[in-house]
Each structure stands twice: as structure tokens, then as C-alpha cells.
């Protein structure tokens, strides 16, 4: 692990490793970086313009060797500092007219603190008035200035005396005036928002808020930390304008790259003793600053300002070729944006350029920026970096002195991006960071493609179904172009992708049953894998699902199904129901109806004859496997219970449990009067004696099960697969483990098996050694009217895993209330999800195995064994 990471900063060096940027940068020299392998990077960040003459110019090297030659000391607070002095002097003789102090900081932060000092200490007024998307630093009152709530709820910002109005907006600070201008000191503005997204206001906009603010006895603040000395090829931007605040701070590029300083210029009337007494610091104007600060102010004025007018034009040619680009792929970017070298790109933050892909949904969650700096960095070698507010703009701030060349460089880079993402082949976009190389063919650009989505209709029932990528498959079904990868390839790329990404809806369906009523619904997928929910901790799981539920609910969901393990790791839902007030389901009751209906047909099907079958339960002691066992034991000979041999004493009690519910269940069907086969399962339940009475303690019931079993019932209990699956004619798995259980070596010859689990719980080895063997996939179902689902969970169009099926009936039902949840599913939901499933048209899909559609040669195959077999 890094020092950086393991003593400084986990999360951020995390995330750096995460998309990429995690680099470690051993020199740099002008606008280029080196890292330790000696690799050579253009950077276009230049440290948020704190950079104005690239890395370790030697002009400002030369400012320090001359003080260190001199001996000249550094901190002498407090006494008349002689290179504070000269350097205000300087900055007072350049800066707009009417300035007449400067105090000076040691960063951009700590000036704009010391400016809302200044303009309390000379109004007594408390409010300081901001614009919103606007950003001025990370302390405490800077902090509450910048008018981003993302990064200012985890702190306690804004703090009491801060207000915030829309940028460029002149009626709203009018009307703003008109209210509050007795208890506001000032008012602090960008001339262009950096952070903010690289956003100019409307020309004339600083000049007409310096009078309005006059007007109304408010200050003015002018926040040029970014804007300022060069970077739009100006020395200050509000001079372009020809306007003075009352106050300006300045920071970054006073440093000239090599020392942090800060300064604030202000109007001789705004300047208090108080302020003058009372405000101090230890390091602000100390001597290594202030000479640095006078050798960039040399730079940037010597020969009549030539370094700003090679700014303003080298920028209108940077901007130009940007606008080539946005002009090229405007599916891709929005808009070219800034002047001078502060630029930004303004990308497309939807879907809607990317159907069906990964890309889509970084766009949507504001994660692209990130990736497309990522992607300059490791392959074009070019250095940039998202704003931290407008997340869809990546900066384009470069050193004040970059080249021809090296403007062409970074067009080009961008075009090769933006071209990448118009292919929308997401493998191809994040291979750097997984080390695939996307071959010739990938590079041209996709034809558009157009994909018609549900949209909810008035009478609607409305649902939401969670789903997460079970295994890697998922990925590839989702964003074709991931299919290229390799499985190690996917793996990192998914740790990578589930870290990174919110929940997020993944496709949106509308179904109608056979009676003519309809249902919406979106499928919200949480960024997790299998193996990824059960690792967590029950508190961190439970919040990553009830985020995806929230989304659910957002968007109108009155009922929301558990997919997969998000049902695993929340006990079938139970640990949920105190958090949220929707309606939960499993899907679980149908998942065990459709499942029983599929295995029993598929054994019908190949000439099995069930009333002289042994089955098997796999799982045996789950909400599914109990309910799949206590209707299987309806149809077979003989049925053996097969539980978790992790924990086998807690295993075999669980299964006692389920032995006593069987016997119960059988006896009410005989005495119901229902005809049970002659050495059947039910027909030996059905004779037994000294049976307990009905409402007798489950403890009774448990030491009946257990001399009943002891006796040589037809029900076997084990946590030993081995041992008895191989007597096994049918089998259903239906587990939680995310390992394959059921291998070749373990089945009887002409074995059937229904495989409920996701992922599965059968190898893929059966497939290719086992061909006597019939697997098919359980719980699979076709829907009324063949709708598309949006997104096909690798089936044809119009079917769906059963438990999506029941959160889709029961909302068409209208049905909005808990069902389904906890490890004992109602026989009475299960007749009810078998009725509702008749009455509204769902019934079984053809037969798949292992997520594909069963070959037909496959059934004739065991079909023809069976018979020989019996012969």
C-alpha cells in the first residue's frame, strides 16, 4: 500500500486507484510531468491554475536563490515587512483603480476568510451573500460561501449569516437588495465560476452588480483566485470589464507554482482599525511569498504584457479546436466553454447517447467526467480534471505558457475521446484501466440507436423489482460490448465499477394481463455482486439496498420486489420492514410454484414416473427450499431433505422443522380426501400412528419427526450432498452459496435437475460430462402480451424470472402490502401467487439450462436413456 494511502488519505487514494488517476509523479519541468517510470504527461491542470508558468520555471527559482543569497528573513511577524510591502505596492500599481490596501494570506481560502472579516468589521452587518454553484474554499466560512450542499452538510456548513442566490442572475440580486440589504455586508462573486464548470455570466454582469450593490449600501467581493493574474488573458478579469469591487482576493498563480500565498486588495474606505489590530498571521507575508509573488507580477507584465496577449489568442485557437470537436460529436458534448487558458468541456450527462451501456449510466450518476480524465491521462498522456461542481465539465486549465504545439496535442486527445464514447463501446473506453487493448475494428463510431422506453400510464399499478449482478455474466448482458472481455478483465473492472456507482434504474417495463389492467415498473439494479452483499456487514448491506428502494419509491413504486441476494442478506426481507413504508415481496411464493410446475413436467417430460421417484431438495432448510419440499413430497416416493453442512447441528433442527410441516402437510391432504399414490411419500404420512394433536408444542412435533425418521420413513435428513444425492431421480437446488454444489460425479444416471439458485448451483462441468443428465433452470416464465422488459436478463423477450412475475401480479392486482417475506412462506400465498398466475395469463417458458434455451436433441437424448433404462 502507498504511504499516501495508508497514512494520509484511504478514501481518496482509494478512489484514485479506482478510476485510474493514480499516478505518482516524480518531476516535472513546464507543462510536462514525469512519473516514476520516466513517462511523459502534458498537464492541463497546472493545479487549478496555481501553475501560471508550468512546473519549476526558473525565473521564480531564481526570486528564491536571490533571497537565500541575501539571507533575507522569511518570518518576522510582527515588524514593517519590507517584501509584503513592495509586493502590495506592485499589485495596488497593476490592479483596477480605487484599490488601496492588500492583506496578505496563505492560501486562496484563508483570504476569502480575512475578506468577510474585513466587510463585517466595516458594515457590522453578519450576512455574507453568495450565488449558488459557486466555490471559495474549504474552511468553515469559505466553505459555507460556496453554494454546494455536497460538500458542505458533512461539516456543519453553512454556518449562520450565509446566503445564496443563482449566478448571472441581476433580477434575483435585485430583488435580493431590495429585502435584505440591511443585514448584509457584501456580496462574494467569480467573475467566471472555475469549480462551478467553467460558467461566464452575462456580459456586463460584474459592473452591473457593483452598482447594484453601491446602490443598496452592500459591498462587493470579486473572487478572482482562479480568474485572476493571466488565466483568461487578463490580468484580473473584472478589469476586462472595467469595474472595481470593493474587495478582491487573489491566490493560485500569485505563488508562481512553488509557494502558497493569498491577498486581498481593498478600497481605502473599507479598511478598519479594528480589522487592521485584530486580524494576524503568523506566516501571511512572509518574505519567501512575497518575493515569489513580485517575480510573477514581473513575468506577467514584462514586455508590455506579452505573455496575456499569447494567452488570449493562443486560447481563442485551443477554444476553436474544442468547438471543432463538440461540433463532430455533438451526442457527446454540450457545449465549449470560458476564455482565455480557463476552458471547459461540457459533456452530455444522460443516457441517451449511450442505450444499453455502462457509459449511460456514469453519465447520469455524473461519474463520465471522472472516466473521460481518466482515459486523457493513461492513454493520450494528456492531464485534466473534472470541476467539482459542474460535474459534467472537465477544465482545461494549461500552464499561461503552453505551445502551438501542445494545444494541437490536446485537441487531438479529446477528439479520440469523444470519438470513443460516440462508439459507445464501453470495454474499449475503460480498457486502460483493466488492460484490454480494443482492436482496430472497435475504433469507428457506432450508427445511433434508438430505444423506445415504458413510460407509466393513469390506472397503472405501479412496482419496482431490484436486481444486481449475480455473477459476471450480468455485466455483458447489460453493455454488449463488455463481452470481449475476459473474466478476470470483468472482475476488476466490476470491483472497480460497484464502488464508484449509486443504484440506478437499469430498464423500465409496462405489462398487461389477460384482464385488460395494466402495471409499470423499473428494474433498479444495486451496484453490488453476490459476493459483494454477503461480505458486508448487515448495517452497510441493509443501507445500499434501502437506497435502491428509495430511488423505487422516488419514482412512484408502491410495491417493490427483492431480487436475488438483496432477499439473501436481508432475511427474506424481514430486516428491512422497520426502515421502509412500501410494500415488500420476495417473489419467493411463485419462485416455488413455477419451480415445482417446471421440474415436475421436465420429469414427466423425459418418462420419469414421480409417484416411484426419490427427490431431492438441495437447500432444504431456506425459505425456498422448505416450501419447494412440502410440495414436491405431494408427488414422490421417497424425498430427502439436503441442508448447509457449514452448520450442521443448526442445520439438522431446521430440517426437523420442515419434516414436521411435510407430515402436517400430507395428512391434510389425505384427510382432505385427496387421492394419494399407493408407497408414496403421502400415503406412508397419511397411515402413521400416534401422530400429535394438531396444536400440540412444536417440541412434540420434533421428537415425533425424529422416531418417524428413526423407523425407516421415506424421508432421509443430511448435510451430506455426496453421500445421497446420487440416489436422487429429481433434484431442485435452491440455495445461497455461491459455489456449485451439484457436480458430475454426484448423480444418478437419467437424473433430472431444476436449478432455482442464481448463481448457480449446478457446474457447468454436468453439461460436458453428464450428457444422460437433464438440468433445466427453474423459475422462468413467460408474461402476458410478450412485453420487453428493457433490458433482457439474458431471456427472450417477454419472459422473466418468477419472482419478478409476482411483484408484476400483485401489482396488477393492486396488492400493495408485505408478501413473501421471512423464511416461512404461507401455503396460502403459494395458492394464491398459482391462482393469481392462472387468472392474469403467466405461465411456464420454455425450458432453458444454464441461461440458455434447452436444445431440443438434449431432451431426446435423456428421453431415449430413461427408456432403456427401464427396459
Known amino acids: 500500500?502507498?504511504?499516501?494511502?495508508?497514512?494520509?488519505?484511504?478514501?481518496?487514494?482509494?478512489?484514485?486507484?479506482?478510476?485510474?488517476?493514480?499516478?505518482?509523479?516524480?518531476?516535472?519541468?513546464?507543462?510536462?510531468?514525469?512519473?516514476?517510470?520516466?513517462?511523459?504527461?502534458?498537464?492541463?491542470?497546472?493545479?487549478?491554475?496555481?501553475?501560471?508558468?508550468?512546473?519549476?520555471?526558473?525565473?521564480?527559482?531564481?526570486?528564491?536563490?536571490?533571497?537565500?543569497?541575501?539571507?533575507?528573513?522569511?518570518?518576522?511577524?510582527?515588524?514593517?515587512?519590507?517584501?509584503?510591502?513592495?509586493?502590495?505596492?506592485?499589485?495596488?500599481?497593476?490592479?483596477?483603480?480605487?484599490?488601496?490596501?492588500?492583506?496578505?494570506a496563505n492560501s486562496g481560502a484563508e483570504a476569502v476568510e480575512a475578506a468577510f472579516k474585513l466587510v463585517r468589521a466595516k458594515t457590522g452587518k453578519p450576512v455574507i451573500l453568495s450565488t449558488r454553484n459557486s466555490f471559495h474554499g474549504k474552511t468553515l466560512g469559505a466553505l459555507s460561501a460556496t453554494g454546494n450542499e455536497n460538500y458542505q452538510s458533512a461539516f456543519g456548513a453553512p454556518v449562520p449569516g450565509f446566503r445564496h442566490i443563482p449566478y448571472g442572475d441581476l433580477a434575483a440580486l435585485e430583488s435580493y437588495l431590495a429585502e435584505h440589504a440591511g443585514d448584509t455586508a457584501a456580496f462574494i462573486v467569480e467573475p467566471i465560476q472555475g469549480e462551478g464548470g467553467i460558467v461566464e455570466p452575462p456580459q456586463g454582469y460584474l459592473k452591473q452588480v457593483q452598482e447594484l450593490c453601491a446602490r443598496h449600501g452592500v459591498l462587493t467581493i470579486f473572487d478572482e483566485i482562479q480568474t485572476g493574474l493571466g488565466r483568461t488573458g487578463a490580468l484580473f478579469a473584472c478589469a476586462e470589464e472595467g469595474v472595481t469591487p470593493d474587495v478582491m482576493v487573489l491566490a493560485k498563480a500569485l505563488g508562481g507554482g512553488l509557494i502558497p500565498i493569498g491577498a486581498v486588495l481593498c478600497r481605502a474606505e473599507v479598511y478598519t482599525e479594528d480589522f487592521g489590530l485584530k486580524h494576524s498571521s503568523t506566516f501571511a507575508g512572509n518574505s519567501l511569498g512575497a518575493r515569489v509573488g513580485l517575480a510573477v507580477l514581473e513575468l506577467l507584465t514584462k514586455d508590455d504584457g506579452a505573455l496575456l496577449r499569447s494567452v488570449r489568442e493562443k486560447g481563442a485557437k485551443l477554444k476553436a479546436g474544442l468547438e471543432r470537436v463538440a461540433a463532430k460529436y455533438p451526442q457527446v458534448v454540450k457545449a465549449i466553454r470560458g476564455r482565455g487558458f480557463m476552458l471547459g468541456i461540457e459533456f452530455v450527462n444522460s443516457r441517451d447517447p449511450y442505450p444499453h451501456s455502462l457509459l449511460g449510466v456514469m453519465a447520469e450518476q455524473e461519474l463520465l467526467t471522472p472516466m473521460v480524465a481518466s482515459y486523457?491521462?493513461?492513454?493520450?498522456?494528456?492531464?485534466?480534471?473534472?470541476?467539482?461542481?459542474?460535474?459534467?465539465?472537465?477544465?482545461?486549465?494549461?500552464?499561461?505558457?503552453?505551445?502551438?504545439?501542445?494545444?494541437?496535442?490536446?485537441?487531438?486527445?479529446?477528439?479520440?475521446?469523444?470519438?470513443?464514447?460516440?462508439?459507445?463501446?464501453?470495454?474499449?473506453?475503460?480498457?486502460?484501466?483493466?488492460?484490454?487493448?480494443?482492436?482496430?475494428?472497435?475504433?469507428?463510431?457506432?450508427?445511433?440507436?434508438?430505444v423506445e422506453e415504458a413510460r407509466p400510464q393513469p390506472g397503472d399499478g405501479r412496482f419496482a423489482f431490484l436486481v444486481h449482478p449475480v455473477d459476471l455474466d450480468n455485466y455483458s448482458e447489460f453493455d454488449a460490448s463488455l463481452a470481449d472481455l475476459t473474466a478476470e478483465q470483468l472482475k476488476d473492472l466490476s470491483s472497480r465499477w460497484n464502488d464508484l456507482v449509486e443504484p440506478f434504474v437499469v430498464a423500465s417495463t409496462r405489462v398487461v394481463d389477460n384482464c385488460g389492467r395494466s402495471a409499470y415498473g423499473d428494474f433498479i439494479c444495486v451496484p453490488k455482486t453476490a459476493a459483494q452483499l454477503l461480505a458486508m456487514d448487515k448495517e452497510q448491506s441493509r443501507r445500499e439496498i434501502l437506497a435502491a428502494i428509495d430511488l423505487a419509491v422516488e419514482r412512484g413504486a408502491r410495491l417493490v420486489g427483492l431480487g436475488a441476494y438483496t432477499s439473501v442478506v436481508t432475511m427474506g426481507g424481514r430486516q428491512l420492514l422497520p426502515y421502509t413504508d412500501v410494500a415488500l415481496t420476495t417473489g419467493n411464493s411463485y419462485t416455488v410454484v413455477s419451480g415445482v410446475e417446471a421440474a415436475v413436467s421436465a420429469a414427466k417430460e423425459v418418462g420419469l414416473e414421480m409417484a416411484t421417484a426419490t427427490g431431492a431438495v438441495v437447500g432444504a432448510g431456506g425459505a425456498i427450499g422448505k416450501a419447494l419440499a412440502i410440495l414436491l413430497s405431494e408427488q414422490v416416493q421417497n424425498l430427502i431433505l439436503?441442508?448447509?453442512?457449514?452448520?450442521?447441528?443448526?442445520?439438522?433442527?431446521?430440517?426437523?422443522?420442515?419434516?414436521?410441516?411435510?407430515?402436517?402437510?400430507?395428512?391434510?391432504?389425505?384427510?382432505?380426501?385427496?387421492?394419494?399414490?399407493?408407497?408414496?411419500?403421502?400415503?406412508?404420512?397419511?397411515?402413521?400412528?400416534?401422530?400429535?394433536?394438531?396444536?400440540?408444542?412444536?417440541?412434540?412435533?420434533?421428537?415425533?419427526?425424529?422416531?418417524?425418521?428413526?423407523?425407516?420413513?421415506?424421508?432421509?435428513?443430511?448435510?451430506?450432498?455426496?453421500?445421497?444425492?446420487?440416489?436422487?431421480?429429481?433434484?431442485?437446488?435452491?440455495?445461497?452459496?455461491?459455489?456449485?454444489?451439484?457436480?458430475?460425479?454426484?448423480?444418478?444416471?437419467?437424473?433430472?435437475?431444476?436449478?432455482?439458485?442464481?448463481?448457480?448451483?449446478?457446474?457447468?462441468?454436468?453439461?460436458?460430462?453428464?450428457?444422460?443428465?437433464?438440468?433445466?433452470?427453474?423459475?422462468?416464465?413467460?408474461?402476458?402480451?410478450?412485453?420487453?422488459?428493457?433490458?433482457?436478463f439474458g431471456f427472450e423477450k417477454g419472459t422473466a424470472f418468477a419472482c419478478m412475475s409476482e411483484t408484476m401480479m400483485l401489482a396488477l392486482e393492486g396488492r400493495y402490502e408485505h408478501m413473501s417475506i421471512g423464511a416461512d412462506l404461507s401455503l396460502e400465498h403459494l395458492e394464491l401467487m398459482r391462482g393469481l398466475a392462472k387468472k392474469l395469463g403467466f405461465t411456464l417458458a420454455g425450458f432453458r439450462a444454464f441461461d440458455r434455451p434447452l436444445d431440443p436433441a438434449v431432451w431426446e437424448r435423456v428421453r431415449a436413456l430413461r427408456k432403456k433404462e427401464t427396459a
Open 1 to 104: 500500500m502507498h504511504p499516501y494511502i495508508e497514512f494520509v488519505n484511504p478514501h481518496l487514494g482509494k478512489l484514485l486507484q479506482d478510476i485510474g488517476l493514480d499516478k505518482r509523479f516524480q518531476r516535472g519541468q513546464g507543462p510536462y510531468l514525469y512519473d516514476h517510470t520516466g513517462q511523459e504527461y502534458l498537464d492541463c491542470i497546472a493545479a487549478y491554475g496555481a501553475l501560471p508558468f508550468g512546473y519549476n520555471p526558473p525565473e521564480i527559482w531564481r526570486a528564491l536563490h536571490e533571497l537565500e543569497a541575501r539571507q533575507e528573513p522569511s518570518f518576522i511577524q510582527p515588524s514593517l515587512l519590507e517584501a509584503a510591502g513592495e509586493l502590495a505596492a506592485r499589485l495596488i500599481a497593476l490592479a483596477p483603480s480605487g484599490f488601496q490596501y492588500v492583506t496578505f
Open 376 to 450: 486523457l491521462l493513461n492513454v493520450e498522456r494528456v492531464r485534466v480534471a473534472p470541476t467539482l461542481n459542474g460535474a459534467s465539465v472537465i477544465r482545461i486549465e494549461p500552464p499561461l505558457t503552453m505551445g502551438e504545439t501542445e494545444i494541437e496535442r490536446v485537441v487531438q486527445a479529446v477528439e479520440r475521446a469523444c470519438g470513443l464514447l460516440a462508439s459507445r463501446n464501453t470495454a474499449a473506453f475503460l480498457g486502460h484501466l483493466i488492460g484490454y487493448s480494443r482492436p482496430a475494428a472497435l475504433n469507428g463510431a457506432a450508427q445511433p440507436q434508438t
Open 642 to 792: 439436503i441442508g448447509n453442512p457449514a452448520r450442521p447441528e443448526k442445520s439438522e433442527y431446521r430440517m426437523l422443522k420442515v419434516a414436521v410441516e411435510i407430515i402436517q402437510h400430507l395428512r391434510t391432504l389425505a384427510g382432505s380426501g385427496r387421492q394419494l399414490a399407493p408407497g408414496s411419500l403421502g400415503a406412508f404420512a397419511a397411515q402413521l400412528d400416534s401422530v400429535p394433536a394438531e396444536d400440540a408444542p412444536l417440541s412434540v412435533w420434533v421428537e415425533f419427526a425424529r422416531e418417524v425418521l428413526a423407523s425407516g420413513a421415506p424421508l432421509t435428513l443430511t448435510v451430506d450432498s455426496r453421500a445421497h444425492l446420487p440416489r436422487a431421480d429429481l433434484i431442485l437446488a435452491a440455495t445461497s452459496s455461491l459455489e456449485a454444489l451439484i457436480t458430475p460425479d454426484v448423480l444418478k444416471r437419467g437424473a433430472v435437475v431444476c436449478d432455482m439458485s442464481r448463481p448457480s448451483n449446478v457446474s457447468k462441468e454436468v453439461l460436458e460430462e453428464r450428457p444422460d443428465v437433464l438440468v433445466i433452470d427453474g423459475g422462468v416464465i413467460a408474461l402476458p402480451g410478450s412485453p420487453d422488459l428493457g433490458w433482457n
